[in-house]
Nanobody
């Protein structure tokens, strides 16, 4: 089972990026999926999550209205569209799936991607 995150890069403040997380090895259409990030010197934190159906989403307050999480179960892929990026969004972003507890809890996920670096310059 593998999760492959991609789409990170360097962008100026106010710009946009779309992260992708492709799953292989099994189908995750029945599992909620989460996005987390870890800035240098900080703990990994929850960013967004989406239910298995895609009808329910959740975001931390600092990204509400700027980030949008979505999924394409036919492609076994989920996305994080990030608009109006700020320097404080700079971090390594991770995707995860198959949470065994609440989907905001870092330690509850069974499968993790390798992370993709997002750098937002001011």
């Amino acid at each position: 089972v593998q999760l492959q995150a991609s789409g990170g890069g360097l962008v100026q403040a106010g710009g946009s990026l779309r992260l992708s997380c492709a799953a292989s090895g099994r189908t995750f259409s029945s599992s909620p999926m989460g996005w987390f990030r870890q800035a240098p010197g900080k703990e990994r934190e929850f960013v967004a999550a989406i239910s298995s159906s895609g009808r329910t989403t959740d975001y931390i307050d600092s990204v509400k209205g700027r980030f949008t999480v979505s999924r394409d179960n036919a492609k076994n892929t989920k996305y994080l569209q990030m608009n109006s990026l700020k320097p404080e969004d700079t971090a390594v972003y991770y995707c995860a799936t198959d949470p065994r507890t609440g989907w905001r809890i870092v330690t509850g996920y069974k499968y993790w991607g390798q992370g993709t670096l997002v750098t937002v310059s001011s």
